[in-house]
C-alpha cells in the first residue's frame, strides 16, 4: 500500500543522493542525466528486469529539429511542435510544460544518440495523427523493448546502481514536505530503508488500478488494459499525501487497434495510409483518422467492443517495420485473401456490406472526399488484393494524469509552489494530453518520460 509517514526518527540503513523509483524510460534517462551532473544514482525497480510502459510501447519519441529529420529534408521546429500539442489537447496543456518538453525532445534525441549510442532514425513512410511533420524517432525494431534494453545497458555502464524487485511502498517526510528516503519491500517480505537527499518519481500512472480507473477515467471501465500491471497510482497516492497538487486525472491514451484476443498490437499505420475499421456488420462507424486513442471508446461503444481494420498487402509493407505487426502476423492474426467475398468469409462478416463499405471508402478516396464523419480521404491510396483485416477491440494503454511539475520537472503544490526535492516523469508526472484521450498526441507518453525525465535528473544533481 502507498503511504507517506513521517521521517522523524527514521533510521536508514543506506543513503543514495540522488533515489529514483521506477527504471523505465524516465528512470532510466534521469539516471543517464543525473550521473553526467555528476550526482551518484540509486533507481529502485519493481521487476525482476526493467521494462515497465515502455517496453509495452513502440519505442517512438516525438522531436523536432533533429539531424536525423534535417538528413531526410524535414522542416520542424519546436514551435511547430508545441503547436500540435496544445491543438490536439485543445489548448489545455500547462503551457511551461510543453514548451520545456518540444524543446527539449530534439536535443534529448541527439543526447541519446551522441553520448550512448541509441541508433535513432525518423519514421518516414507514413504520417502520425495530429502532427504537422514526420517527427517520431525509433530504434531499429520499432520496439519499446528495444527502447528500454539499450538504455538500461546504458545507464549501468554509466555507473548507476540498479535495485530490481524492490517495490517502494513508503516515502518518509519532513512536516514540509522534504522526503527523507524510502521503504521499499523484497519478494521474500523483507523490507529496506533508503535515504536520499532528492527523489524522482519515475515510477507509474494508475490504468492498473481498477479503483482509480472507475473514479477517473469511467468510459474505460472494464476495458482491456494494456499497460503494466505495476501502474498502480503510487505516486499519485504519494503526492497528494505530500500536498502536492494534481492535474489531468481523467486524461489518458488508448488505442482502437489492439489485436483480438491475441492481445498484439497493431500500428496505426494501417489506418493511415488508407485502411478502415468497420464493425460486426461490415460498416464504418467513425472518423478513424482523428487519433488511436480517442478510437478506442469509439470501438468499445460504437462498434461493441470489436472492429476489424480492413487494409491491403501495400499498407502492410509499411507496417511490417513494427515488430508487434510481424508478431501479429505470425501468431495468425493478419487475416489474407485476394477477394473481398474471401476476406469477410474468413473475418465472419457480412460480404456484401463489406463490399458496400469498401467501394464507399474507394469512391471518396478517387474524388479526394469527404464522408459523414468527417474524414477526409486521400487520393492515390485505393486498395488492391490481397486484401488483408484483423479483428481488433480498444484498449486503455496509459494514464496520462499525475502530478503538476514545472519546466524543471519539480513537484508543485496547489499554490505554484514546488515541493522542496521532490520530482516527477513519465507516468508519474501530468502530461501534456489535457483531459481528454482525444488529447493525446502520438507519442507524448515517451515525450514526456525521456526528456521530463531528463530535466528532472539534472534538476535533482544540482540539488544535491
Same mark, same amino acid.
Given at each position: 500500500?502507498s503511504?507517506v509517514?513521517?521521517?522523524v526518527g527514521?533510521?536508514?540503513?543506506?543513503?543514495?543522493?540522488?533515489?529514483?523509483?521506477?527504471?523505465?524510460?524516465?528512470?532510466?534517462?534521469?539516471?543517464?542525466?543525473?550521473?553526467?551532473?555528476?550526482?551518484?544514482?540509486?533507481?529502485?525497480?519493481r521487476?525482476?528486469?526493467?521494462?515497465?510502459?515502455?517496453?509495452l510501447?513502440?519505442?517512438?519519441?516525438?522531436a523536432?529539429?533533429?539531424?536525423?529529420?534535417a538528413?531526410?529534408?524535414?522542416?520542424?521546429?519546436p514551435?511547430?511542435?508545441?503547436?500540435?500539442?496544445?491543438?490536439?489537447?485543445?489548448g489545455?496543456?500547462?503551457?511551461a510544460?510543453v514548451?520545456?518538453?518540444?524543446?527539449?525532445?530534439?536535443?534529448?534525441?541527439?543526447?541519446?544518440?551522441?553520448?550512448?549510442?541509441?541508433?535513432?532514425s525518423?519514421v518516414?513512410d507514413?504520417?502520425?495523427?495530429?502532427?504537422?511533420?514526420?517527427r517520431?524517432h525509433?530504434?531499429?525494431?520499432?520496439?519499446?523493448a528495444?527502447?528500454?534494453?539499450?538504455?538500461?545497458?546504458?545507464?549501468?555502464?554509466a555507473g548507476?546502481?540498479?535495485?530490481?524487485?524492490?517495490?517502494?511502498?513508503?516515502?518518509?517526510?519532513?512536516?514540509?514536505?522534504t522526503?527523507?528516503g524510502?521503504?521499499?519491500?523484497?519478494?521474500?517480505?523483507?523490507?529496506?530503508?533508503?535515504?536520499?537527499?532528492?527523489?524522482?518519481l519515475?515510477?507509474?500512472?494508475?490504468?492498473?488500478?481498477?479503483?482509480?480507473?472507475?473514479?477517473?477515467?469511467?468510459?474505460?471501465?472494464?476495458?482491456l488494459?494494456?499497460?503494466?500491471?505495476?501502474?498502480?497510482?503510487?505516486?499519485?497516492?504519494?503526492?497528494?499525501?505530500?500536498?502536492?497538487?494534481?492535474?489531468?486525472?481523467?486524461?489518458?491514451q488508448?488505442?482502437?487497434?489492439?489485436?483480438?484476443?491475441?492481445?498484439?498490437?497493431?500500428?496505426?499505420?494501417?489506418?493511415?495510409?488508407?485502411?478502415?475499421?468497420?464493425d460486426?456488420?461490415?460498416?464504418?462507424?467513425?472518423?478513424?483518422?482523428?487519433?488511436?486513442?480517442?478510437?478506442?471508446?469509439?470501438?468499445?461503444k460504437?462498434?461493441g467492443?470489436?472492429?476489424?481494420?480492413?487494409?491491403?498487402?501495400?499498407?502492410a509493407?509499411?507496417?511490417r517495420?513494427?515488430?508487434?505487426?510481424?508478431?501479429?502476423?505470425?501468431?495468425?492474426?493478419?487475416?489474407?485473401?485476394?477477394?473481398?467475398?474471401? @476476406?469477410?468469409? &474468413? #473475418?465472419? $462478416?457480412? %460480404?456484401? /456490406? =463489406?463490399?458496400?463499405?469498401?467501394?464507399?471508402?474507394e469512391?471518396?478516396?478517387a474524388?479526394?472526399?469527404?464522408?459523414?464523419?468527417?474524414?477526409?480521404?486521400?487520393?492515390?491510396?485505393?486498395?488492391?488484393?490481397?486484401?488483408?483485416?484483423?479483428?481488433?477491440?480498444?484498449?486503455?494503454?496509459?494514464?496520462q494524469?499525475?502530478?503538476?511539475?514545472?519546466?524543471?520537472?519539480?513537484?508543485?503544490r496547489p499554490?505554484?509552489?514546488?515541493?522542496?526535492?521532490?520530482?516527477?516523469?513519465?507516468?508519474?508526472?501530468?502530461?501534456?494530453?489535457?483531459?481528454t484521450a482525444?488529447?493525446?498526441?502520438?507519442g507524448?507518453?515517451?515525450?514526456?518520460?525521456?526528456? @521530463?525525465g531528463? &530535466? #528532472?535528473? $539534472?534538476? %535533482?544533481? /544540482? =540539488?544535491?
Amino acid at each position: 500500500m502507498s503511504r507517506v509517514e513521517s521521517a522523524v526518527g527514521v533510521a536508514f540503513a543506506a543513503e543514495a543522493p540522488v533515489l529514483i523509483v521506477g527504471a523505465g524510460a524516465a528512470g532510466l534517462c534521469a539516471a543517464l542525466a543525473a550521473i553526467e551532473a555528476g550526482a551518484e544514482v540509486v533507481m529502485l525497480e519493481r521487476d525482476p528486469v526493467p521494462r515497465g510502459s515502455t517496453a509495452l510501447s513502440a519505442g517512438l519519441v516525438p522531436a523536432a529539429g533533429t539531424r536525423f529529420q534535417a538528413a531526410l529534408g524535414v522542416a520542424d521546429s519546436p514551435g511547430l511542435f508545441a503547436a500540435d500539442i496544445q491543438r490536439k489537447a485543445g489548448g489545455e496543456a500547462d503551457p511551461a510544460t510543453v514548451d520545456a518538453v518540444a524543446a527539449g525532445a530534439g536535443p534529448a534525441v541527439e543526447w541519446l544518440a551522441d553520448a550512448y549510442g541509441l541508433p535513432f532514425s525518423v519514421v518516414d513512410d507514413f504520417d502520425y495523427p495530429g502532427h504537422s511533420a514526420r517527427r517520431m524517432h525509433g530504434l531499429p525494431s520499432r520496439s519499446g523493448a528495444e527502447l528500454v534494453d539499450r538504455l538500461r545497458d546504458a545507464a549501468e555502464r554509466a555507473g548507476a546502481a540498479l535495485l530490481t524487485q524492490a517495490t517502494v511502498t513508503t516515502l518518509f517526510a519532513e512536516p514540509d514536505g522534504t522526503v527523507r528516503g524510502v521503504e521499499a519491500e523484497r519478494p521474500d517480505g523483507g523490507v529496506e530503508r533508503i535515504g536520499c537527499r532528492a527523489l524522482v518519481l519515475a515510477c507509474n500512472g494508475y490504468g492498473g488500478a481498477p479503483d482509480l480507473v472507475r473514479r477517473h477515467i469511467p468510459e474505460m471501465e472494464g476495458a482491456l488494459y494494456f499497460g503494466h500491471p505495476g501502474n498502480r497510482g503510487d505516486a499519485a497516492l504519494w503526492g497528494e499525501a505530500l500536498g502536492a497538487e494534481r492535474r489531468f486525472m481523467s486524461g489518458y491514451q488508448g488505442h482502437g487497434s489492439v489485436a483480438h484476443p491475441h492481445g498484439i498490437l497493431i500500428s496505426w499505420a494501417v489506418i493511415m495510409e488508407g485502411g478502415f475499421q468497420v464493425d460486426a456488420k461490415g460498416e464504418r462507424f467513425s472518423d478513424e483518422t482523428r487519433g488511436y486513442s480517442e478510437q478506442a471508446a469509439m470501438v468499445l461503444k460504437r462498434a461493441g467492443g470489436v472492429a476489424f481494420d480492413v487494409f491491403d498487402e501495400r499498407i502492410a509493407a509499411v507496417a511490417r517495420q513494427f515488430e508487434d505487426f510481424k508478431q501479429a502476423e505470425a501468431a495468425g492474426a493478419i487475416l489474407s485473401a485476394d477477394r473481398l467475398e474471401d @476476406l469477410a468469409a &474468413l #473475418a465472419k $462478416l457480412p %460480404a456484401g /456490406r =463489406l463490399a458496400r463499405t469498401c467501394s464507399e471508402v474507394e469512391r471518396l478516396k478517387a474524388s479526394g472526399g469527404t464522408d459523414a464523419f468527417g474524414r477526409t480521404f486521400s487520393a492515390g491510396q485505393k486498395l488492391v488484393a490481397p486484401f488483408k483485416a484483423v479483428r481488433v477491440t480498444g484498449a486503455l494503454f496509459h494514464t496520462q494524469g499525475g502530478l503538476a511539475v514545472d519546466g524543471s520537472a519539480r513537484v508543485l503544490r496547489p499554490d505554484g509552489t514546488s515541493l522542496p526535492n521532490l520530482f516527477a516523469a513519465g507516468g508519474a508526472a501530468a502530461g501534456v494530453s489535457g483531459s481528454t484521450a482525444a488529447g493525446y498526441l502520438s507519442g507524448n507518453g515517451l515525450l514526456t518520460a525521456v526528456v @521530463l525525465g531528463r &530535466l #528532472a535528473g $539534472l534538476a %535533482a544533481a /544540482r =540539488l544535491v
